[in-house]
C-alpha cells in the first residue's frame, strides 16, 4: 500500500502508476531544456524567464523529489503495518485453528463415547431381541403342537376333559366328585358331581365342536357361511340330545346336566350368534358353561355342599355345644372356689401381720429396757391365728 495525495493506494493501482510516469516525464523535460540551454547559447535577456523558470522547474522537482521521499517511508510503513498485520492475522488463525482442532478433539471423544454406549445398548437390545425370538420360536412350537392335538378328535376330547378335571379341581374338595364316573346305564361321565338331594348329583361332559366353529370362521362367501351354520348347530345339537339321553337318570343324576366347552371363543359365538341352540338346551335340561362360567358354577355348587355338610353334622355340633357349656359351668365353679380360697388366704395373711406388729412392739420395749410392762403382756392372752388350734 502507498499514500497518494493524502489516500492509500496499491502499487498496482493505476493513479500509483500515473504518478511515477509523470515524475519521469518532468525529469527528461528539465533535463532536455537543460542541454538546449546550454547549445544554444543565447543572450542572458532571453535566459532570465528561461533561468526562471528553471528556478520554478527545479523547485517542483524538488518538490516531487521530497514527495517521492514520504512515499517511499509511506510504503516503508505501510509494508511495515502490511507485515504486522499479517503477523498478527497468522497468529490469530493459528489460535483459532488450534481452538478448532480441541474442540473437534472433545466433539469427536464425546461421539465416539455416545456411539459405544449407543453399540452398547444396541447389542443389549439384540440380545433381547434374541432371547424374545427364542421365545417366539418356542411358542410357535407350542401353538403348532396345540394345534396338532386340536386337530384330532380323541386329542381334543383329551384336552377338554384335562382341562375340565384342572377346573373341578381348584373348585371342588376331592371327595365331592368323580372323574370318568361309570352310571348305572354303562354311560362314563367326565365328572360326577356329588350334590345332596335335591338336586342331587349332576354330571359335567365335555364337548368341543371346533371342527364346525373353525368352519364358520373361515366362510368367506355367504353360501359358505350358511354350510357352516348348518353344521354348527347340528353338531351343537348333537352334542345336547346326547348328554340329556346319557346322563340325565332319574332317580340316579340331577334332573339336569352341564356341558362344559374347553374354549371361551366358541362360547360366546354360540351366545352370540346362536341363541336358539341355547334356548333348545335350557329346554332339554343342559346347561352350557365354559371355563369361565363353570368355574363360577362350581363355586356355587360348593356353597351348596358346604350347606348340606353343616346340616349333616348340625348333631355333632350341638353335643359339641352342650360339651362346651358344661365345661364352661365347671370353670365357674372352679373360679367360685378359688375365690373363697383367696378369702380365706387373704384373712390369714391380715392374722399374721398383726401378730407380726406385736412381736415387734415387744421387741422394741425390750430393746429400751422398759421392764414395767412385761408382766401386764405376759398376762395377756397370747393372739391366735385364724384357724388355730384351741
Not at 455416545?114 to 418356542?138: P, V, Y
Not at 401353538?143 to 379341581?169: M, P, Y
Not at 340329556?244 to 352341564?258: F, H, M, N, P, V
Request: with cysteine; glycine share 6%; hydrophobic share 45%.
Amino acid at each position: 500500500m502507498i499514500e497518494v495525495f493524502g489516500r492509500a493506494h496499491a502499487w498496482d493501482d493505476p493513479m500509483v502508476l500515473a504518478a511515477g510516469g509523470a515524475a519521469a516525464l518532468i525529469l527528461l523535460v528539465l533535463g532536455l531544456l537543460i542541454s538546449a540551454v546550454r547549445r544554444a547559447g543565447r543572450s542572458a535577456e532571453m535566459a532570465a524567464p528561461l533561468i526562471y523558470q528553471m528556478d520554478r522547474l527545479t523547485r517542483r522537482v524538488d518538490q516531487l523529489g521530497e514527495g517521492q521521499q514520504r512515499l517511499a517511508g509511506g510504503l516503508t510503513h505501510v509494508s511495515e503495518a502490511q507485515a504486522a498485520s499479517q503477523a498478527n492475522m497468522l497468529r490469530l488463525m493459528e489460535s483459532r485453528l488450534a481452538e478448532v482442532g480441541e474442540q473437534m478433539n472433545r466433539n469427536l471423544e464425546g461421539a465416539s463415547r455416545r456411539t459405544a454406549l449407543s453399540l452398547g445398548e444396541l447389542q443389549q437390545r439384540l440380545a433381547t431381541i434374541d432371547r424374545a425370538q427364542e421365545n417366539i420360536e418356542k411358542l410357535s412350537g407350542n401353538v403348532l403342537s396345540l394345534q396338532d392335538i386340536l386337530s384330532n378328535k380323541q386329542t381334543r376330547g383329551a384336552f377338554g376333559e384335562i382341562q375340565l378335571a384342572d377346573i373341578v379341581g381348584k373348585a371342588l374338595p376331592k371327595d365331592s366328585y368323580v372323574l370318568q364316573a361309570t352310571l348305572s346305564n354303562g354311560r362314563r361321565a367326565d365328572c360326577l358331581i356329588r350334590l345332596p338331594k335335591p338336586p342331587g348329583p349332576i354330571v359335567v361332559d365335555s364337548k368341543f365342536p371346533l371342527e364346525a366353529y373353525e368352519a364358520l370362521r373361515r366362510a368367506e362367501t355367504q353360501w359358505d357361511r350358511q354350510e357352516a351354520v348348518r353344521a354348527f348347530k347340528t353338531s351343537v345339537r348333537a352334542h345336547i340330545r346326547a348328554i340329556s339321553q346319557k346322563y340325565i337318570i332319574a332317580e340316579e343324576t340331577a334332573d339336569g346336566a352341564l356341558m362344559f366347552l374347553p374354549s371361551e371363543a366358541v362360547y360366546a359365538e354360540l351366545h352370540a350368534n346362536f341363541p336358539d341352540l341355547v334356548r333348545e338346551s335350557f329346554e332339554a335340561r343342559v346347561w352350557i358353561v365354559s371355563p369361565t362360567t363353570c368355574m363360577a358354577t362350581l363355586n356355587t355348587m360348593r356353597a351348596i355342599l358346604k350347606d348340606a355338610r353343616m346340616r349333616d353334622q348340625a348333631g355333632a355340633i350341638r353335643k359339641t355345644l352342650k360339651l362346651l357349656h358344661r365345661d364352661v359351668e365347671l370353670v365357674a365353679e372352679r373360679v367360685d372356689r378359688l375365690t373363697t380360697h383367696f378369702g380365706q388366704a387373704r384373712a390369714d395373711l391380715e392374722g399374721i401381720g398383726l401378730a407380726a406388729e406385736r412381736a415387734g412392739k415387744r421387741a422394741a420395749r425390750l430393746d429400751n429396757l422398759d421392764f414395767e410392762d412385761l408382766g401386764a403382756d405376759q398376762d395377756e392372752m397370747m393372739p391366735r391365728l385364724p384357724g388355730a388350734a384351741e
